[in-house]
Every structure is written in structure tokens, then in C-alpha cells.
């Protein structure tokens, strides 16, 4: 495992009031530790382009700096096409480029998520998540195989990949440790490869206040009211930010729930598309 030196933690200069700066105080010191970032040939920073995305993206970007690494950190965003929100390609590659990052974009080879479902048959759920698996970890690990075979080292690379897992956003992510070694993602002879979940303890007051701090812009689904911004259409969303996407997507709204009646599965055991559509007031 690699070893740990104190946080160094800087914000950009801009107006703000008093409870936003004592928010991103409180968030600097939640930020206890980061992994030695010199030790590793590749830092590869995760951005959907959401809003826990866009605070890790700073902060990773502020320790990169601070150990003259920021030229190894990479941003990678995982294209989900036509079930992500409109413009989050491009506001991910604005906010690499706000750091002067490298920008890479993966998607996965054949259909894309809506038509996948309709393939199988079945929507995905929380126990079988093979949306992340297939649509986001599996072009990712492709990435860090470019990255790794780009350097020519005569030596395993030790890659550090770096999300925006918070654990108030669920019982599963609370439960995962800051730092890790990714036995999966690893190689004998290629690479190894750590995860890392630089703002795991902060809170979404501590995210936003962070954002606000840089002034880099964010997507605008949250100014409607969206509480994430995952795909449009999330099984794991909550009915409010689903009712959001139906009057926001309304078309792509109409294909999920064409799909649902096409293969006979309901979008969630407990919702189905139709219904969501008709409580929108669609």
C-alpha cells in the first residue's frame, strides 16, 4: 500500500458568503489524507461529469499540482450516448481542461444502454448492476491498458484510478475504504492499480460549496431539481429526480417506456416507466 502525507487543500479566489467558506473549510479537513501522488505513473480521474465528479476532479487536480504530478493526471469520461444528459460530454471535457488535463472519452463497443436492455430482456437493479459493469468499468479498464502500454515501462505501472464515491449516497458506498488495491483491474506483469475516493466523507453541502469556490461550470439538470446526474433514466434513482428526467427528456421518456412494454420487465420492481410518465403529467 502506498504511504500517506497530510492533504494539502487550496481554493480558488471568487466571492462567496460566510457559510459557503466555513462549508469548505469543514470539507478540507474531511479530506484527511491523499495517497502519495508522486509514486504513481498514472493518475486516472473518473468524471460523469456530475457534480461529486466535478469536486474530486478539483481536489485531485489541487494535490497533483502541489506534487508537480498534475502532467500524469488523465480525465476520463465513459460515453453513455443517448441516456445520459445532453452536454455532459462536453462539460466534462471543459472541466479537464479547466486544469489543463488530458480528456479521454470511452463508450462500449456494439448498442448502447436503452437498446441493451431491450436486448436482454430485462432492466438492470441494484444486485445486477451490469449496466455499470458492461457500459462504464469495462471501457474504463480498456483506458488504463492504453495508458499503461503508452509509458513502456520495464516494471508493473502503478495506476491510481480516482471517483467521486460519497458515502452519504448509499449503504454500499459508505462501506468502501478510501483507499484500495484493485485486485481486479490489476495485473502480475502489466499493472497495478489502487482506487482511490478522494471526498468519500464529504457531504453534498461540502460538494457544492467546492464547486462554487472554483467557478468551473456545472451541468444545468441540477438546476431543475436533479439530485444526481448519472444517467437520465437511473434504477436507482429516486422518484423525484425520475419524475424530473420525464418532464425534462420527455421523448427519451417515451422510448424507456416503449422498451418496458416491448420485453414485459418493468423498469424497477416496485415502478414502471408508464406510471412515472403519467405522474409527470405527461
Known amino acids: 500500500m502506498t504511504n500517506l502525507v497530510p492533504a494539502r487543500v487550496a481554493y480558488a479566489t471568487g466571492p462567496r458568503d460566510e457559510r459557503a467558506a466555513a462549508t469548505e473549510v469543514a470539507a478540507a479537513r474531511r479530506t484527511r489524507d491523499v495517497p502519495d501522488l ?3 505513473d498514472v493518475i486516472l480521474v473518473n468524471s460523469s461529469g456530475g457534480k461529486d465528479s466535478q469536486a474530486m476532479l478539483d481536489v485531485v487536480a489541487v494535490a497533483a499540482s502541489a506534487a508537480r504530478v498534475l502532467h500524469r493526471v488523465v480525465v476520463q469520461h465513459n460515453d453513455l450516448r443517448r441516456v445520459e444528459w445532453p452536454g455532459t460530454r462536453d462539460l466534462a471535457r471543459r472541466q479537464a481542461e479547466h486544469y489543463g488535463l488530458r480528456f479521454e472519452v470511452r463508450r462500449r463497443s456494439g448498442p448502447d444502454l436503452l437498446e441493451d436492455i431491450r436486448q436482454r430482456g430485462k432492466f438492470p437493479d441494484a444486485a445486477r448492476r451490469w449496466c455499470t459493469s458492461d457500459h462504464k468499468r469495462g471501457p474504463g479498464r480498456t483506458l488504463i491498458t492504453a495508458l499503461v502500454h503508452e509509458l513502456r515501462l520495464d516494471r508493473p505501472a502503478r495506476v491510481l484510478q480516482c471517483f467521486g464515491f460519497r458515502a452519504e449516497e448509499s449503504p454500499g458506498r459508505a462501506g468502501r475504504a478510501e483507499l484500495s488495491y484493485d485486485q481486479g483491474a490489476s495485473t502480475q506483469t502489466t499493472r497495478h492499480v489502487w482506487t482511490w475516493l478522494p471526498i468519500h466523507s464529504w457531504t453534498v453541502d461540502e460538494v457544492w460549496a467546492r464547486i462554487h469556490a472554483t467557478g468551473v461550470p456545472y451541468h444545468p439538470a441540477y438546476d431543475l ?48 416507466m408508464a406510471q412515472l410518465i403519467e405522474e409527470a403529467g405527461m
Do not use: N
Open 38 to 40: 508522486a509514486t504513481f
Open 225 to 272: 431539481g436533479m439530485s444526481r446526474l448519472s444517467c437520465s433514466f437511473c434504477v436507482l434513482a429516486s422518484k423525484r429526480d425520475l419524475l424530473t428526467a420525464c418532464r425534462a427528456r420527455p421523448d427519451l421518456a417515451y422510448e424507456y417506456a416503449a422498451v418496458e412494454a416491448e420485453i414485459g420487465h418493468s423498469f424497477r420492481k416496485d415502478l414502471r
